[in-house]
Structures are given as C-alpha cells and as structure tokens.
C-alpha cells in the first residue's frame, strides 16, 4: 500500500486534505483568468472554511455556471480553495488552458490518492 493509501486511512478528513494539500505543487496563475472556475465540489471540512453564500448566491453562480466564490477579481478564497480547484494547473487531465503550470506536475499516486478521496467522501456542490 502506498504513503497516499496508508495516509488516508490512518487520518481524519482535515488531516488529509492538509496532507494533500501539501503535495499539490504550487504556480502562478494569470492575473484576471479565471478559466479553471466553475460549479465545483469541495468536502464539508473544505466548505465549513469557507465564508458562507446565500442560496441566492448560489443559484445566481450556477445560473452563469460559475463558483459562487468567483468575484469580480477572481477568486475570493483562494488560499482555502479546495483540494480540486488546487488540482488545476498541475496535472496532464486537468491542464490550465493559459498554458501555466508548475515547474514539476503533481506525483500520479498522490493525485490518484486525492481522486480516490474525493469520491471517498460526501461532497458538497459550490
């Protein structure tokens, strides 16, 4: 068993999301893109970080198919973003369509390790 499978059965959900959020590589984005930003799904531990949205909010993002955390300089919490918004930019399948990208894409086991978490554990849309 590998450090991401052995990591996520012997943590709880904050511990494994501060694990992976640690292994995520880290680039600068374009100022002002916001490419990457649409309806997304973030674990309640994620959500319960972030500023809470009316549903009027919410059903105003999703009309424009947007992240209801979008504004009008981007986004409004990215040093809390979620594990899948993190995950932009710096894999093969989710490529950044401006061309960024980290010096070095994520390790394929810790980015299976985060998909098998997500679909692990309840989800909440944003």
Avoid: W
């Amino acid at each position: 068993m590998d450090l991401a499978n052995k990591t996520h059965l012997a943590l709880n959900n904050s511990q494994v999301i501060r694990f992976f959020r640690q292994r995520i590589p880290s680039f600068t984005c374009e100022p002002g893109c916001h490419d990457c930003c649409g309806p997304v799904t973030a674990t309640p531990e994620e959500v319960s970080r972030l500023p809470q949205k009316t549903e009027a909010d919410h059903e105003a993002a999703l009309d424009q198919y947007n992240c209801v955390y979008l504004g009008e300089h981007g986004c409004q919490v990215y040093d809390e973003r979620p594990l899948i918004c993190r995950l932009f930019g710096t894999t093969p399948r989710l490529l950044c369509p401006k061309g960024k990208a980290p010096e070095v894409m994520i390790n394929v086991k810790i980015e299976a390790g985060i998909h098998r978490f997500m679909a692990e554990t309840r989800q909440v849309l944003l």
